[in-house]
């Protein structure tokens, strides 16, 4: 498997104050296409961080990120905002759709930066529905969908752009164990069957299992690399 | 385009808010369609439609003092003088003091080749320089009171007497101009009588002619023919003042007060007012709308993009409000049309112009701020809360 | 009740600071809406104040009949000698009867403040006149002579236009005029200039009057002297009292500025309006978990809501005030001119009374009042639970 994914030295700082806080330190990791990686640690650890830097949120101190064997963190701005349109899909831990747009049109959302036409973007908007099994859902509005569809309607979103990569922060923190364990089920079969690579951090074990591989982070500094094997 | 719905849901997503914004918008404009309206008016009033093309000569006095009617030779002679007529003061009502009109005495061919804007079949012109007892109306004034050819119509005079002391004068409406163009056709609220038989009828002031009013050979000679005309009634009884006809009107204008001072400084106080709600606005819309801002970033929305899209919905917003309240003003503005004699309602092209301004410029000034922010908000720190 | 309505209330303007910018709408959007209303209105008042200041019931204005003005009537010399020797005026210092026949002339001046000339009244009196008005005196230089060209201009004509100071020189028709002196009374004619009726009958060309003023000896004897003059069938006049002839002159203006006042304020009190309820609406959505949790620890919906619509009127009053301050600090006495009745212009001050100042509170009250009731009724009826999960 080749690698999405190439992580060299990678350093964070952010200035509070006149004080510079290190987040992460000199990381280093790879990650193949086609993995579910789940990122651990305690709060303070990084592991937000690292996700922001992965999923080109953010541009490190120092050091290298490749994906797809494009240098992210090379790119500025502008170039990054549209690389993340065709490359990343997120979903976050509150569901951050908008209220006033129906499923569809939320889902529909990233299409706009192309140049798509409207019907060729609602026919795409309606089948990332149907693959979060929300196909008869388009119509409503976030305010009239439980707290598990509002997620599947996020997932959606950020499937429709096809993107090779998802990057989900805490994606069921916010669920009973039940929706969550749909969820989480959801994102294995995206991985199985349509090959996404997913990188998801969670302080949940629960959740981890779900992943093939488990990173932890203990003060900016990759501890562990434990294959799930369950 | 496609992102017009992405605005218009972040503008109504807080409907009561959004609601009553716009509805302070609509009163806004509906205050600066009819007072710009009233300014527009005012302004326009020294815009006399042929420009320096005529020269009014007065009594230096005031123009309420008659210039004898021996003066005309004089000032026909003057170079550069085409064409001379006079005009008298009538003090017109009709049936109540209250209903005052304009009313000219004047002398008919003399009207006719002074101002070609009044347009009016030759046979008219014919009838009106023939009949003694003949008086022409304006189209507006003839619509208002639904004057026609033909009609006898019996004019006070609150100055002149007849010679057997009645204020009451009757005359027979023998024609009715129009204007050349829209501009010329909204000033046709005045009517003229013949002067001879005004002269020779009226009980007192017999050989006086009012003021003169002279149609220039060439147009910007107004200044030298003004001095000229002056020059010869110097340290006589009846001195004379001549100036272009557009600032005789002007002064009229100014008389009135500072019309124009009183109209922006209240626009000022409303406009000021305007700026902090709908700032206030739209910098709680935007405060609300973090996470989602951040959201459209990580979606791959550039952060002008996003920008935009603030500055998008700010003009949105007011630009509907504006709209809204400027048809009112065109409606009402209607209603006005008679008070101001205007042929359409006072609320015209040139208000929606100036309201089409005054839109951008209040966007921008109230969307910049918070439109500025969305651009320079950073992903990470939003999603994290901070 | 009342314990809770204070206590309540006292919490919520603590925390007003928190909600600065949102409650600064309210108060500038009643400031100016009491501000502009109390500014229009003071100009008209002062009008108004100008010209009832003129005149006494007890001086009877006789014009031509139909000319409703002194502009457009004439009396010819004849009858107005006749009038005068009508009896009913009360007798002067000299024993002669006290009626001055009038000239009133209009002479153009350039404006001290504005652009282009202005027409100001130059009226032409007897000694006559001069008795019969004791509010009239002089306060510099003199009184102008009989049979000289000479002026004495109004403190108020002196303040607006140009070139009637002392000892100027003025050009009427030819001949020069001087401004002799300078006068005062507190009325309508200190917009004007005056001097000699009978030099002026001479400089103007004129052989009548344009009006007689009588004294007489009570207000109550107006309408027997009316009476008489109708009766003359030499005469064709008519007759009023003079404070009613210059208060009837203040319809027209009055009338105009009412009714710019009326839309003007009507249509920004509405705008404030919304304002004021955008404001409270958002303050209630934003204590909405504070609301709730003194629900349920027991407070009342009433003083919850008395709470909001307490805090929405001290907005607005707040707001009222210093929009009337400020229209006071601006206007109050500021002295322009505009078309009289006559077209010549009449010098006025803006009146700031504290009549209108009253009304302007009262105004900005009622926009608070109407402004915070319903967000004060939907701050009573919050369903407590969902209140206290929400933001």
């Known amino acids: 498997m080749s690698s999405l994914i190439e992580i060299k030295n990678l350093s964070k700082s952010y200035v509070r104050g006149k004080q510079s806080i290190e987040v992460l330190h000199e990381l280093s990791l790879s990650i193949p296409k086609g993995d579910f990686v789940a990122l651990m640690g305690p709060s303070g650890s990084g592991k937000t961080t690292l996700l922001n830097l992965i999923g080109g949120l953010d541009q490190p101190t120092r050091g290298e990120v490749s994906i797809d064997g494009k240098r992210i963190d090379q790119l500025s701005g502008n170039a990054l905002a549209a690389w993340r349109a065709r490359n990343v899909g997120f979903v976050f831990q509150f569901y951050n759709l908008m209220p006033e747009l129906t499923a569809e049109r939320n889902v529909e959302l990233p299409l706009l930066l192309t140049g798509l036409s409207a019907a060729n973007r609602g026919k795409r908007a309606r089948i990332a529905l149907e693959i979060v099994g929300l196909g008869d859902r388009g119509r409503h509005k976030p305010k009239e969908l439980s707290g598990g569809q509002e997620q599947r309607v996020a997932i959606a979103r950020a499937l429709v752009a096809d993107p090779t990569l998802l990057v989900c922060d805490e994606p069921t923190g916010d669920l009973d164990r039940k929706t969550a364990d749909e969820i989480l089920r959801l994102l294995q079969t995206l991985n199985t069957e349509q090959g996404k690579t997913i990188v998801m951090v969670t302080h949940d074990p629960k959740a981890a299992e779900y992943a093939k591989r488990i990173l932890h982070l203990d003060k900016g500094q990759l501890v562990d690399d434990v294959s799930n094997k369950g | ?386 | 009740m009342l314990n809770q309505i204070i206590s309540i209330t006292a919490m919520n303007l603590r925390s007003l600071q928190s909600r600065l910018g949102l409650s600064l709408v309210i108060v500038i959007g009643i400031a100016g809406v009491v501000g502009v209303f109390t500014a229009l209105l003071a100009m008209s008042q002062g009008f108004e104040a100008t010209l009832k200041a003129t005149g006494r019931d007890d001086r009877a204005l006789v014009l031509r009949d139909g000319s409703s003005a002194e502009l457009n009537s004439g009396i010819d010399q004849a009858s107005v000698q006749a009038i005068k020797d009508t009896p009913g005026a009360r007798p002067g210092k000299s024993g002669t009867p006290l009626a001055s026949a009038e000239l009133i002339v209009i002479t153009e001046f350039a404006s001290i403040a504005r652009g282009g000339s202005f027409n100001v009244t130059l009226r032409g009196i007897e000694p006559a006149g001069l008795e019969m008005r004791p509010e009239l005196k002089i306060i510099d230089g003199r009184l102008f002579k009989s049979g000289l060209q000479e002026v004495i201009v109004g403190k108020s004509a002196l303040t607006s236009f140009e070139g009637v100071s002392m000892g100027s020189k003025l050009r009427f028709r030819g001949a020069d005029w001087t401004v002799v002196g300078v006068f005062e009374s507190g009325d309508v004619h200190e917009s004007e200039l005056l001097t000699d009726f009978a030099t002026a009958q001479t400089a103007f060309g004129r052989l009548g009057a344009s009006s007689v003023l009588v004294q007489l000896d009570r207000a109550e004897d107006i309408n027997a002297f009316t009476a008489t003059l109708k009766a003359d069938p030499r005469l064709n006049v008519e007759v009023q009292a003079e404070k009613a002839y210059f208060s009837g002159q203040t319809e027209q203006f009055s009338n105009t500025i009412g009714a710019l006042a009326l839309v003007v304020s009507v249509i920004m009190g509405l705008g404030a309006l919304f304002a004021a309820l955008n404001t409270m609406f958002a303050a209630v959505a934003a204590r909405t978990r504070q609301i709730a949790t003194l629900r349920a620890i027991g407070f009342g919906g009433v003083p919850v809501a008395a709470s909001v619509l307490i805090e929405a009127m001290v907005l607005a009053l707040l707001g009222g005030a210093l929009g009337a301050t400020i229209a006071y600090l601006l206007f109050n006495n500021f002295s322009v001119s505009t078309l009289g009745q006559g077209f010549t212009q009449v010098v006025f001050n803006f009146r700031v009374s504290p009549g209108l100042v009253g009304t302007g509170l009262l105004i900005s009250l009622l926009i608070g009042f109407v402004g915070g009731l319903l967000p004060a009724i939907r701050a009573a009826r919050l369903p407590v639970t969902t209140a206290l999960r929400a933001g």
């Open chain 2, 1 to 386: 385009m496609k992102y017009f719905r992405l605005v218009l849901a972040a503008l109504f997503a807080k409907k009561i808010r959004t609601t009553l914004t716009l509805l302070s918008l609509v009163m806004a404009y509906l205050l600066f369609g009819l007072l710009q309206a009233v300014n527009v008016l005012f302004n326009s009033a020294g815009d006399s439609f042929s420009g320096a093309t005529r020269i009014v000569t007065q009594s230096r006095v005031s123009f309420t003092q008659s210039l004898p009617l021996r003066m005309l030779p004089q000032i026909e002679s003057v170079k550069g003088v085409q064409r001379v007529m006079y005009q008298q003061w009538f003090g017109a009502y009709y049936q109540e003091p209250r209903n005052q009109l304009v009313a000219f005495a004047v002398d008919p061919l003399r009207l006719k080749d002074v101002y070609p804007e009044w347009k009016m079949p030759d046979a008219q012109w014919q009838k009106f320089a023939s009949t003694r007892t003949g008086i022409i109306l304006g189209r507006q004034l003839a619509d208002r009171f639904n004057f026609k050819v033909g009609q006898q119509l019996p004019m006070n005079s609150n100055i002149f007497p007849k010679n057997d002391g009645s204020k009451l004068w009757t005359f027979e409406v023998v024609g009715i101009y129009d204007g050349k163009d829209a501009d010329a056709q909204r000033q046709t609220g005045v009517m003229y009588i013949n002067f001879d038989y005004f002269d020779e009828a009226r009980q007192f002031g017999k050989g006086g002619a009012g003021i003169y009013i002279s149609k220039l050979a060439q147009a910007d000679d107004a200044e030298r023919v003004a001095r000229e005309i002056d020059a010869m009634s110097i340290n006589s009884p009846e001195e004379t003042k001549s100036q272009s006809e557009k600032e005789f009107n002007l002064n009229f204008v100014r008389q009135i007060g500072d019309i124009n001072l009183i109209v922006n400084a209240i626009l000022g106080a409303v406009f000021f007012t305007i700026l902090l709600l709908t700032g206030n606005t739209m910098a709680q819309a935007v405060r609300e709308r973090i996470p989602q801002l951040a959201v459209l970033k990580t979606l791959g929305f550039t952060d002008s993009s996003v920008m935009w899209l603030i500055l998008a919905e700010t003009l949105l917003l007011i630009g509907i409000g504006a709209a809204l309240g400027m048809a009112l003003a065109t409606v009402v503005g209607f209603g006005l049309a008679g008070f101001f004699q205007a042929a359409g309602s006072i609320v015209d092209a040139r208000v929606w112009a100036y309201a089409a301004g005054s839109v951008l410029v209040l966007a921008l000034v109230v969307g910049l701020p918070p439109a500025w922010r969305a651009k320079r908000l950073k992903i990470v720190d939003a999603l994290a809360g901070r």
